[in-house]
């Protein structure tokens, strides 16, 4: 019998059912994603009716527990299994993908057999299930449900798996001191889904932006950006993200081609070899580096790695390529994917473990060219994020911790994330100096007939900037785009109504979409008949299109059209002859959108002069910028006394979640104040000789 199976939608669990012998009582019925709806579906005499809960621990182990729909789960149950329950944490909507491929309101033990990676450590079932003949359970779907035996799901279902499973009494005293607390979640979940109509529910984001890690998930998932993928830290792009990362390729390529870059590719594996021969800058991806170590049944003769970049990848060809300084400059850039195997709980755009970049790389004569190259990149990326993701950043150099493995000197574009207030490495554009090239023999005869080795540089920007744009822009609805990476800038929608006749609405909507298509924009007409207006204002303000038109009687009467901002809610309306203003107002959207953000994000920093202000300011979720001695043994001092102070910290101050770790060097600030004489570094006493920005990072 085959134990590998998966079951992607309720019809293969039925099939599956049927071909283990299990036999089931079906009802099939409109999705019931609460209990309060499953226990109106009409059951058999002596059937339990089964409330589903995921739960993972700090270590990312889950446990999913099968309850009668009645009993109060407890924590005491934990200790039997050797286990804390403050640990424990239900599981979010990311988390319930991850592992079960599944989503709230679809959560069931028949779906463990979509958990390919083993991440369910134990199925733990209510003791109080024993005592029924039979359990009511979704077949992966919420629109069917089934009654089996618990032995059959012991014996024939589990056990086919090699699950193991623990039988518990799961009440206890402690529960039911949560109980009054749990019913008026409840009952908030049910008023704002009897507020639904039309499946809107499917479409809201059901917590607020204040609940940051879920509103991002749902966000990211509802507005269709992402989708979950059976690999842990990997992610479908799709369609509406895709397109932001095309015109992101599409502004930057252009920006190097008036720098003479050209564009290549080159393998993404490399031996062990290469990869070993700059051993500082191994060091610094060594945990990362995923190895490819067979072939069908056979092994490979050595194990290849994927590139996590691709220095020791291209330079030797450089080394090749580049005798003579009028080989010089050579600059060369690549759209590509990287593969680097975080440790850390993968964040869809922000940290995973596959994603696209581009890497520039240039070969220059002397050390004054190459270093103007990096900072030509350090404004092209700095214009990326302004010019296109109306999103501020901070140019700076990273300090001598924080440099790129194996290069002379980093610079960087830091943004900061209004909502948590954590840094985020925008892009990073390095001096290798003539690191590199001496290793891999990157020399060429000078104007002069000496051998010189080459001065280098290397540059990346990668789909992170997307997750930058969705933390800074998003709002309690879902997605705000920028105009300049919307897939769709405009979006019309007809009202239909009585007094109009449908197909002359309509015939006057594609007029207005021809008239702006000439205008060089992107529009999309919805005409969709078997969604309501209300539908999709909802649909596509979720999505983030910066505009939509209204047409109705009104608008249709009067040769205008209702203009509705998705950024900032603003209402008004236009006559037809004025719908070449839209290209403008789409621009003063953008500008508007930046200063915004631009203002939020300098309310996040703070500075301090001394110990006590700076943690002051880093637990209230802002980054620091200190005088600093720029002392690598200070630098760690740093990291290492704020992490353990701010764990001594109350995780809560005002009702609000307050963030704990460690504090880092984002960057020291390109524009920044002259030290002055005599000025002390805030930590160590010691004289200071820059100013530097300190905070939690992603």
Not at 24 to 53: C, F, R, S
Not at 150 to 179: G, H, P, S
Not at 253 to 262: A, F, P, Q, W
Not at 452 to 478: E, P, Y
């Amino acid at each position: 019998m085959d134990n590998n199976f998966q079951l992607p939608n309720k019809q293969a669990c039925l099939d599956q059912l049927t071909k283990l012998g299990i036999e089931y009582i079906a009802h099939h019925h409109d999705p019931v994603p609460t209990m309060e709806e499953v226990v109106k579906i009409k059951v058999e005499d002596g059937t339990a009716y089964v409330k589903n809960l995921l739960y993972v621990d700090k270590k990312s182990n889950y446990y999913l527990i099968l309850a009668n729909h009645t009993t109060q789960v407890g924590k005491l149950f934990w200790k039997t299994l050797g286990l804390a329950s403050g640990n424990m944490r239900l599981s979010k909507e990311e988390q319930i993908a991850e592992a079960l491929k599944s989503s709230k309101g679809n959560v069931n033990p028949f779906a463990v057999a979509n958990d390919t990676n083993n991440l369910v450590k134990n199925i733990i079932i209510d003791e109080e299930l024993t005592k029924y003949k039979r359990l009511a359970l979704h077949p992966i779907e919420n629109t069917t449900t089934v009654e089996i035996s618990l032995d059959d799901l012991q014996n024939k279902f589990l056990k086919i798996l090699n699950r193991q499973f623990t039988v518990l009494q799961l009440t206890d005293a402690a529960a039911e001191q949560k109980l009054e607390q749990q019913k008026e979640q409840q009952k908030e979940q049910q008023k704002d889904q009897q507020k639904d109509q039309q499946n809107l529910q499917t479409l809201a984001i059901t917590v607020k932006k204040s609940d940051f890690s879920e509103w991002y998930q749902q966000v990211i998932r509802k507005a269709e950006l992402i989708e979950y993928y059976d690999v842990s830290g990997c992610y479908i792009l799709r369609p509406w993200a895709y397109f932001i990362w095309e015109q992101i390729q599409r502004y930057f390529d252009d920006l190097i081609k008036t720098e003479e870059v050209e564009n290549t590719y080159f393998p993404m594996f490399l031996s062990a070899k290469h990869l070993n021969k700059e051993k500082e800058h191994v060091e610094g991806f060594k945990a990362e580096v995923a190895w490819v170590t067979k072939y069908g049944e056979s092994d490979l003769n050595e194990p290849l790695a994927i590139r996590p970049t691709s220095e020791t990848i291209m330079y030797p060809a450089f080394a090749k390529w580049i005798q003579s300084h009028r080989d010089l400059p050579l600059k060369v850039n690549q759209w590509t994917n990287i593969v680097r195997w975080e440790f850390k709980f993968p964040t869809p755009f922000i940290r995973t473990r596959e994603f696209l970049w581009q890497e520039g790389h240039t070969a220059h004569s002397t050390r004054e060219e190459a270093v103007k190259q990096v900072y030509t990149i350090l404004d092209f990326y700095e214009q990326v994020y302004g010019e296109l993701l109306a999103v501020p950043v901070i140019k700076g150099i990273k300090t001598e911790s924080e440099k790129f493995a194996g290069g002379d000197f980093t610079t960087t574009v830091e943004t900061i994330i209004p909502q948590n207030g954590r840094g985020l490495q925008g892009a990073t554009s390095h001096h290798l100096g003539q690191n590199f090239s001496k290793m891999f023999e990157i020399n060429f005869e000078d104007d002069k007939k000496q051998k010189a080795f080459a001065w280098q540089t290397s540059w990346g920007l990668t789909t992170r900037s997307i997750g930058a744009m969705i933390m800074f822009h998003g709002d309690d609805k879902g997605l705000v785009l920028p105009p300049r990476v919307a897939k769709y800038q405009i979006v019309i929608i007809p009202i239909i109504h009585k007094d109009l006749e449908e197909k002359q609405l309509n015939e006057r909507c594609e007029q207005i979409r021809q008239i702006l298509v000439k205008e060089k924009l992107r529009v999309h007409l919805d005409s969709r008949d078997n969604y309501s207006p209300g539908w999709k204002f909802n649909k596509w303000e979720q999505k983030g299109v910066p505009i939509r038109l209204e047409i109705g009687p009104g608008e249709f009467k009067n040769n205008e059209v209702r203009v509705v901002q998705r950024f900032d809610n603003k209402k008004y309306q236009i006559k037809m002859e004025e719908l070449n203003q839209l290209s403008q107002i789409l621009d003063n959207i953008h500008n508007a959108m930046l200063e915004k953000a631009r203002t939020e994000l300098n309310q996040r920093i703070k500075q301090a002069d001394n110990w006590k202000e700076f943690m002051t300011q880093l637990n209230q979720r802002n980054t620091i910028l200190t005088r600093w001695c720029e002392r690598q043994e200070c630098e760690k001092q740093v990291k290492t006394k704020s992490g353990i102070e701010s764990k001594e910290k109350d995780s809560e101050i005002d009702g609000q979640v307050q963030l704990t770790g460690s504090a880092k060097t984002l960057c020291m600030p390109l524009k920044q104040d002259q030290v002055k004489e005599g000025e002390l570094c805030f930590n160590c006493g010691q004289e200071a000789k820059k100013y530097v920005l300190w905070g939690r990072s992603y």
